[in-house]
């Protein structure tokens, strides 16, 4: 009579480590108590989900925080849904938002760390180990049902009220001896391994969430499945396996995972493997006509992080809007601690969500904003360099031909008090400094100037006119519309706006409207950053130049 072991060695006759031999080779971490080792371990199934940035950067923040290790773990056991490439774009899309792992995969030829393979694919030797040992002890066995007899069972099931799966005794090959098995195995009907659960469907499994604290979840009795037909184990198995022996202590994961704790309890209890603490993340929502939504692969632009990045929201306002959300008293701290890294802030389990994070594109512009605003102006200039090099050529060249000129323009105004807050992300600021490039200044005045239709266009010209023959611009701001004023008698302008309001009979206009020929003049448009400081970056030459376009215009 055959052995439960000569099954084992039957299905997998080349390994020969066992157990024991895995734990030597992947020893415990020397790492302080608190020392916290996480992972993201993403699947290769395209780009990197806005979700998904959010629980890698939690997990990596709790590690650091800790002083313990973050890895990264290619799952990548489902080769029907991978996208070739995505693995090592994961990783470095990870990186650009400084999320820097200390160990793990990195591209396909590439890893680092001494508890490698990092890709699943590679590891099917460990799992194999493992499993030969479930089968050895009669808790995984070979099962030979077809597509069509699972599916005949499952509509049998439902048909009938019965929960669907494949369990107790509607699991046919559960109870096989290994006489049966070894000989299915040897006429060469194809098979797949399933865990042999002990579970029962009316039982409850106390399980704990470092977020959610205790809860009460139904327990595992499905014989699920652990070893597919390609040799590949499924997620339950997998994750499992690795997340011992690469000694993981907080597995941080999203939400959708919480379901299927009860398996993954019931499997690590079957090895003897000691439990990590589980960290089930909220995910994020959208709003859509007063409901709530995950945020969506195919509807939603935002749910791919590329989106932020192309569309140049600088990568701390992203991370720090996650950091919002992840927790509720990230923002009062960042009131208070404005010079400090976002990196600094110590995240804690019991400030999370536990009913998904709703998410706001506005809040990510805003916050953007205020960093942008209160930034150095040469910072910027790298950043939006960084950004242009990639998605705006045309603003690149221009950069690049001559940096002190765009950095003069992202200093305008920056250095008051309250700085403009004009730009959310690096595509906004281009249109708004076109302008001052003569190409573009040309285009704009060939569509129009916005001058005011209640001025005579004459008395504009003749302003102007007088403006150009008289230009020599002040060395100081308040000089300057000092000078500004002066012109104003000649013209029967009011000196100021309260005078010209008290006595608009008296007034053909006031101080104001001058100012405002002289910015439409210059930038072709009614709002503009601040006049002097384009007065004074164009240099005369040039003001002069487009002093005499606009007056030419003025036919
Ligand atoms: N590969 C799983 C996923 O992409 C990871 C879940 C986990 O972190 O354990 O959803």
Redesign the pocket.
């Known amino acids: 009579m055959a052995t439960l072991l000569d099954l084992a060695n039957l299905i997998f006759p080349d390994i020969n480590l066992t157990i024991a031999d895995l734990e030597k080779k992947y020893p415990n971490r020397n790492l302080a108590n608190k020392a916290m080792v996480t ?5 290769p ?1 395209g780009f990197l989900h806005t979700g ?1 940035l959010f ?1 890698s950067l939690i997990s990596y923040r709790l590690a650091k925080q800790s002083g313990g290790i973050f890895y990264i773990r290619l ?1 990548d056991t489902d080769t029907k849904r991978e996208i070739e490439g995505s693995g090592a774009d994961l990783v470095k899309q990870l990186n650009y938002f400084g999320i820097i792992p200390d160990e793990g995969y990195i591209n396909d030829e590439l890893e680092k760390g001494e508890y490698g393979p990092y890709k699943q694919s590679n590891r099917a030797f460990i799992y194999k180990v493992v499993i030969k040992h479930l089968i050895e002890i009669g808790r995984a066995y070979p099962c030979f049902c077809t597509a069509a007899e699972l599916d005949e069972l499952r509509t049998k099931q439902i048909q009938n009220k019965i929960t669907p799966g494949y369990y107790g005794i509607y699991a046919k090959y559960r109870n096989l001896s290994p006489d049966e098995a070894i000989s299915l195995i040897k006429e060469g009907k194809p098979y797949i391994i399933r865990f042999k659960s002990m579970g029962d469907e009316a039982n409850k499994v106390k399980v704990h969430d470092e977020i959610r604290g205790d809860l009460e979840l139904q327990e595992n009795y499905q014989d699920i499945v652990i070893l597919k037909g390609d040799g590949l184990p499924t ?1 339950h198995f997998a ?1 499992l396996v690795d ?1 011992h022996f690469m000694h993981t202590t907080h ?4 939400e ?2 919480l379901a299927s704790l009860p398996i993954h309890i019931e499997l690590f209890n079957t090895l003897g493997f000691a439990l990590p603490k589980y960290a089930h993340l909220p995910v994020i929502m959208k709003e859509e006509n007063g409901n709530r939504r995950k945020l969506s692969k195919r509807k939603d632009n935002e749910a791919a992080v590329s989106y932020f990045i192309s569309e140049g929201y600088p990568k701390y306002a992203l991370i720090e809007y996650l950091l919002t959300l992840a927790n509720s008293n990230y923002e009062a701290w960042r009131e208070q601690n404005l010079d400090k890294s976002y990196n600094d802030f110590i995240l804690a389990f019991n400030k999370m969500s536990l009913d998904g994070a709703l998410f706001d594109i506005e809040k990510i512009a805003n916050i953007a904003k205020e960093r942008l605003a209160y930034k150095k102006a040469n910072e910027v200039e790298m950043e939006l360099k960084e950004w242009a090099k990639t998605y705006d050529n045309n603003f690149y060249q221009k950069i690049i031909s001559d940096e002190e000129f765009i950095t003069n323009i992202l200093n305008i105004d920056r250095e008051k008090a309250k700085p403009r807050k004009d730009y959310a992300k690096y595509s906004d600021i281009y249109p708004l400094i076109k302008f001052f490039y003569n190409d573009e200044y040309e285009n704009l005045s060939k569509i129009g100037f916005e001058w005011n239709p209640e001025k005579p266009k004459n008395e504009i010209k003749k302003i102007l006119t007088y403006y150009k023959d008289n230009y020599n611009l002040a060395n100081d701001e308040s000089l300057w519309f000092n000078d500004l004023k002066e012109i104003c008698p000649k013209f029967n302008y009011a000196e100021n706006t309260k005078d010209y309001k008290k006595n608009k009979e008296l007034y053909k206009g006031h101080v104001g409207d001058i100012a405002e020929y002289l910015r439409v003049a210059m930038t072709t448009k009614k709002n503009s950053p601040n006049l002097y400081s384009i007065l004074n970056i164009l240099g005369k030459e040039e003001v002069l130049n487009r002093l005499e376009k606009a007056i030419n215009s003025l036919n």
Do not use: Q
């Open positions: 992972r993201f371990a993403p699947s199934t998904s629980t799952e997620y994750h997340d597995v941080t994961r999203g959708e995972w």
